[in-house]
């Protein structure tokens, strides 16, 4: 496991490897898929620990179809009236699917517990009772994974700067998120606490270190591959088949579909000008 504060992994080097890693990330889904398994994958840690752009990579290359991301809103007034664990046991993954929990039921461990949504009395019996949820999941056959993404204090403001700063970012960011800031040691404590009472055997925790993102997402999901014991799987022999004679059928003319303006075409122009300035220049 890497420091921080050391060099950070180099693009060119992060993008082979993963490109390495989705492969097998897809052999993995084939397998689940085969084998009829069902994988659960918790990604928790502080704002901004990178866990959204861990899921991303992890499946951008699956089937949506086989895996899928829950990002489970606040809950409504009658879900708060259930079980807690219920409305995430409805999202669990049945035979041949993978489910991604960007952020999971630790939410009452975690932004609950040092926000004040939940009584003392809640959260102590959330710690009392998620060993044995756990315990029964993976008893009843499922494959589950916790990973805890762990980042400094003053990477985590940087990153939230860059937020406030780019517009194709600044949703990311809330109130709640900056208020993390100042009560960044009430965290550490309700994560330390979270650790000692759900860190079991049978679901440990899996703590990544992120201030490097690129060197935690390969780190997460090399892990992730290397503790699930997937396998080949024989996929049918699929080939092109030839194309058809044409039969003389003519389709409408063009002219008679509305098509979408050709706005690349204006960003095109100035490339050819500017070669035709090089070339002669």
């Given at each position: 496991m890497g420091e921080r504060g050391s060099g950070r992994l180099p693009r060119a080097r992060y993008?082979?490897?993963?490109?390495?890693?989705?492969?097998?990330?897809?052999?993995?889904q084939e397998w689940v898929r085969a084998e009829g398994r069902r994988l659960v994958v918790v990604f928790e840690g502080r704002d901004a620990a990178g866990k959204g752009g861990a899921i991303k990579r992890v499946t951008e290359s699956l089937n949506p179809r086989i895996a899928r991301v829950v990002a489970l809103p606040v809950p409504t007034e009658r879900e708060r009236t259930q079980w807690y664990f219920q409305r995430y046991a409805a999202q669990l993954p049945a035979a041949?699917?993978?489910?991604?929990?960007?952020?999971?039921?630790?939410?009452?461990?975690?932004?609950?517990?040092v926000m004040g949504?939940?009584?003392?009395?809640?959260?102590?019996?959330?710690?009392?009772?998620?060993?044995v949820f756990e315990r029964m999941l993976v008893e009843d056959g499922i494959l589950l994974r916790k990973y805890w993404f762990s980042?400094?204090?003053?990477e985590q403001e940087r990153r939230f700067r860059r937020r406030l700063?780019?517009?194709?970012?600044?949703?990311?960011?809330?109130?709640?998120?900056?208020?993390?800031?100042?009560?960044?040691?009430?965290?550490?404590?309700?994560?330390?606490?979270?650790?000692?009472?759900t860190d079991i055997p049978a679901a440990p925790w899996y703590v990544v270190e992120a201030d490097d993102k690129r060197a935690a997402r390969i780190n997460m999901i090399a892990h992730l591959l290397s503790t699930v014991p997937y396998g080949d799987v024989r996929l049918p022999d699929l080939r092109l088949p030839p194309r058809p004679a044409?039969?003389?059928y003519e389709r409408p003319p063009r002219q008679l579909q509305t098509y979408v303006p050709d706005h690349a075409a204006s960003l095109r122009?100035?490339?050819?000008?500017?070669?035709?300035?090089?070339?002669?220049g």
């Open positions: 993008k082979q490897e993963l490109r390495r890693l989705q492969i097998e990330l897809v052999r993995l041949g699917e993978i489910v991604l929990f960007d952020r999971s039921w630790y939410n009452r461990a975690g932004v609950e517990r949504f939940c009584t003392e009395e809640e959260h102590q019996r959330f710690l009392r009772q998620c060993p980042v400094s204090d003053s700063s780019d517009p194709t970012r600044r949703w990311k960011i809330s109130a709640m998120d900056l208020e993390s800031i100042t009560r960044w040691e009430a965290y550490s404590q309700a994560k330390d606490e979270m650790f000692a009472r044409p039969t003389g122009a100035p490339d050819r000008e500017t070669r035709g300035e090089r070339a002669h």
